[in-house]
T-cell receptor
Framework: EAGVAQSPRYKIIEKRQSVAFWCNPI?????LYWYQQILGQGPKLLIQ????????DSQLPKDRFSAERLKGVDSTLKIQPAKLEDSAVYLC?????????????FGPGTRLTVL | QKEVEQDPGPLSVPEGAIVSLNCTYS??????FMWYRQYSRKGPELLMY????GNKEDGRFTAQVDKSSKYISLFIRDSQPSDSATYLC???????????FGQGTELSVKP
């Protein structure tokens, strides 16, 4: 079974630039999560999708972050414009369904550095 | 005060040692508890999942939950160098709810 795929693996940008991350979940997984993991901290949920609908985006800084999951499969997370404090690893995870929240499979993450 | 507190370490032990990793939490509403292992430059992977208070064992790993003390633990017996990683506790209020992670404890097992 293929795992969660993310790209790019690394990204370096200047502050105020835009950046986008892509995630392809495990085939058949209805629930998709985006997390932000700042160095030395645990992951923090940014947004959770159930198919192509948003379940929870309460911690997503909506003035600069946006995410979509068209057709309920792949997802993109965008930051526009980026700030220095956005430097972090952005993790995508998926689970079979919301009821399987405790069996989330994580991708390798995208490491973002904002200069 | 953070909802979930975890000693960041780093924790260094010799091979074969028993390791104890701990988290405390402030909200008594948490009912579902998980431990994840994260290798360097990788995503977290689920190790153990427990519901409410009690113990759960899986091979060399034992998870304990003490809801009265708001304290959870992960024990690793006969630790191996391959156990060297960051261990994250996570918890949630209800099934399907948002996971709240601790900051992680970095463990190094020396041969």
């Amino acid at each position: 079974e293929a795992g969660v795929a993310q790209s790019p693996r690394y990204k370096i940008i200047e502050k105020r630039q835009s950046v986008a991350f892509w995630c392809n979940p495990i085939s058949g997984h209805a629930t998709l999560y985006w997390y932000q993991q700042i160095l030395g901290q645990g992951p923090k949920l940014l947004i959770q999708f159930q198919n192509n609908g948003v379940v929870d985006d309460s911690q997503l800084p909506k003035d600069r972050f946006s995410a979509e999951r068209l057709k309920g499969v792949d997802s993109t997370l965008k930051i526009q414009p980026a700030k220095l404090e956005d430097s972090a690893v952005y993790l995508c995870a998926s689970s079979l369904d919301r009821a399987n929240y405790n069996e989330q499979f994580f991708g390798p993450g995208t490491r973002l550095t904002v200069l | 005060q953070k909802e979930v507190e975890q000693d960041p370490g780093p924790l260094s032990v010799p091979e074969g040692a028993i390791v104890s990793l701990n988290c405390t939490y402030s909200n008594s509403a948490f009912q579902y508890f998980m431990w994840y292992r994260q290798y360097s430059r990788k995503g977290p992977e689920l190790l153990m999942y427990t519901y409410s208070s009690g113990n759960k064992e899986d091979g060399r790993f034992t998870a304990q939950v003490d809801k009265s003390s708001k304290y959870i633990s992960l024990f690793i017996r006969d630790s191996q160098p391959s156990d060297s990683a960051t261990y994250l506790c996570a918890m949630t209020y209800n099934q399907g709810g948002k996971l709240i992670f601790g900051q992680g404890t970095e463990l190094s097992v020396k041969p």
